[in-house]
């Protein structure tokens, strides 16, 4: 069950929806919601998507081509942001549109701009560290091509 798709993507969006829930259970009961915490609750949980995301990028990138990990990751980030929109304002008592829809849709747009931030900033660590899979098969074709020993050809 574990090497199927659909677990490694239901996985990462439950783990992103589990950040935004202890982010929002603790400016709930911790700081007794006010503007600030709030503001810096979000600063945080959003840091946090960003950081798990490059983190699973730099892994996943190391051994499998970007066409197997980059959909995982999309569609996790994805169904993550989408529980996160719509189910996370009621663990702070709140609606998704109590505040209108301009900070539903800005709510939207920053954990967007974060997951492919952390994404590409995980992805770009690990392509200047040479450990994403193309420069890994790249070594691996040049050490094959070098230790072979030169054929002679005879006229």
Known sequence: ???????????????????????????????????TAQSRGSIVMFALVALVLGAIAFVWCQHRRPSDWLPD???????????TVLAGPFLSGSEPFANG?????????????CA????????WIAVMLAKDYRSRSLQAYTRAK???PRRVVRR
């Open 101 to 113: 829809g301009g900070d539903f849709f800005a709510q939207i747009w920053l954990y967007s701009g």
């Open 116 to 123: 492919i931030a952390g994404t590409l900033v995980g992805y």
């Open 73 to 83: 990751l999309g569609f996790g980030a994805l169904a993550g942001m989408l529980v």
């Open 1 to 35: 069950m574990r090497q199927q798709r659909w677990f490694r993507i239901t996985v990462l969006a439950v783990a992103l929806f589990a950040i935004n829930a202890v982010t929002r259970l603790v400016v709930r009961f911790g700081f007794d919601a006010t503007d």
């Open 146 to 148: 070098t230790m072979k």
